[in-house]
């Protein structure tokens, strides 16, 4: 037994599910591994492991979960926790992920959606926790992954001027942006991170994970995150539908917050692009190229936005739009 098997152990025996089972559930792009406990009588609860020698850090797990049950949203209660280890026990709150959920029923898509935007809506009333601002310099640095790992996979290219040019434009496009009112974004809000809980009420039926690297930032970004989501097909009616039910619940300049919209959906699918690659070629994750067709469908949607012509043909004419052969190639270069 490792050291830290050993020690995860100790941390089970001592909050007393020490004759629980356990079995490993679903993780993420993380090194954060997840485990559910399931006792004799039948309770569970969900084990984290997020081993600080590994960039994890449960910290601002508990904080943000902290806050978002605080305003009344459903994130997983915190019961036991070795900070200084890396050990969580929480809350379980099933396995009704938004994407199952809507898998088995059709018919509970638009309420899920709809559930997801009063989500939002209570989040950007409460007050906001202190927290780092998801800025353009942060926001052009990121998006600019797509050079860094997607074009340098593709081509070798590294650090071109194609890029430098990019950053600019980029960082024209988002500085705008900060002027608005800055709320807690979270990031990865997305149907495989939504639980239903169809016996709670009100924005408290959608459960919340993965939230620990929340962020300040404008009001549109979860919104794009949800509805532009890289694991499955959103309609485009129901795209259209959840921002004009966003707008309805929060009034404000309906063509700004449609601009921004489309910025953010630039900037964030062209992270997404970069951040796939950098899995599949630094962390040999494969899987996760399948998906960036979908993701590239995204950018080009919000290119065609009136807005975004000062930057549309730089990204079209600079980053190549992926095909199966170039999908082949980033797959042969893996973990390299």
């Known amino acids: 037994m490792t050291d830290r098997a050993f020690l995860l152990t100790a941390f089970i025996q001592n909050n007393g599910w020490a004759d629980a089972t356990r079995v490993t559930i679903a993780g993420d792009a993380s090194n954060r591994r997840y485990e559910r406990l399931t006792a004799l009588d039948g309770s569970t609860v969900i084990l984290m492991d997020a081993p600080a020698d590994k960039g994890e850090d449960v910290r601002p797990f508990i904080a943000i979960a902290e806050h978002l049950r605080g305003i009344g949203l459903s994130a997983p209660q915190i019961l036991h926790r070795d900070v200084a280890n890396g050990f969580l026990l929480i809350e379980d709150l099933g396995d009704d992920l938004f994407k199952q959920v809507i898998?088995?029923?059709?018919?509970?898509?638009?309420?899920?959606?709809?559930?997801?935007?009063?989500?939002?809506?209570?989040?950007?009333?409460?007050?906001?926790?202190?927290?780092?601002?998801?800025?353009?310099?942060?926001?052009?640095?990121?998006?600019?992954?797509?050079?860094?790992?997607?074009?340098?996979?593709?081509?070798?290219?590294?650090?071109?001027?194609?890029?430098?040019?990019?950053?600019?434009?980029?960082?024209?496009?988002?500085?705008?942006?900060?002027?608005?009112?800055?709320?807690?974004?979270?990031?990865?809000?997305?149907?495989?991170?939504?639980?239903?809980?169809?016996?709670r009420t009100g924005a408290a039926r959608v459960g919340l994970l993965d939230f620990q690297d929340a962020m300040s930032g404008h009001a549109a970004y979860d919104l794009v995150s949800?509805?532009?989501?890289?694991?499955?097909?959103?309609?485009?009616?129901?795209?259209?539908?959840?921002?004009?039910?966003?707008?309805?619940?929060?009034?404000?300049?309906?063509?700004?917050?449609?601009?921004?919209y489309a910025v953010l959906g630039v900037q964030r699918n062209l992270r997404i692009v970069g951040a796939f690659a950098k899995l599949?070629?630094?962390?040999?994750?494969?899987?996760?190229?399948?998906?960036?067709?979908?993701?590239?469908?995204?950018?080009?949607?919000?290119?065609?936005?009136?807005?975004?012509?000062?930057?549309?043909?730089h990204i079209r004419t600079t980053l190549p739009t992926p095909t199966p052969e170039g999908l082949a190639l980033l797959k042969s270069k893996c973990a390299t």
Not at 179 to 196: C, K, S, T
Not at 241 to 248: E, G, K, Q, T
Request: hydrophobic content about 45%; glycine content about 2%.
């Open 280 to 313: 599949c070629i630094e962390l040999g994750k494969p899987r996760y190229i399948d998906l960036i067709p979908r993701v590239w469908e995204f950018v080009e949607r919000n290119l065609a936005h009136p807005a975004m012509a000062p930057i549309a043909d």
């Open 226 to 260: 949800i509805l532009q989501d890289a694991r499955r097909d959103v309609p485009p009616a129901i795209e259209a539908a959840m921002i004009d039910r966003y707008l309805a619940q929060n009034p404000q300049d309906n063509d700004a917050f449609r601009t921004a």
């Open 103 to 199: 898998a088995r029923d059709p018919a509970l898509e638009l309420p899920l959606y709809e559930a997801s935007v009063d989500v939002l809506t209570t989040l950007h009333a409460a007050p906001m926790p202190h927290l780092a601002p998801y800025d353009t310099t942060t926001m052009t640095q990121f998006a600019a992954r797509a050079y860094e790992y997607y074009l340098f996979g593709l081509t070798g290219a590294k650090n071109t001027p194609e890029q430098s040019r990019f950053e600019q434009l980029m960082t024209d496009m988002l500085a705008p942006l900060e002027a608005a009112p800055q709320v807690l974004i979270q990031r990865d809000y997305h149907a495989e991170n939504l639980l239903w809980l169809p016996d």
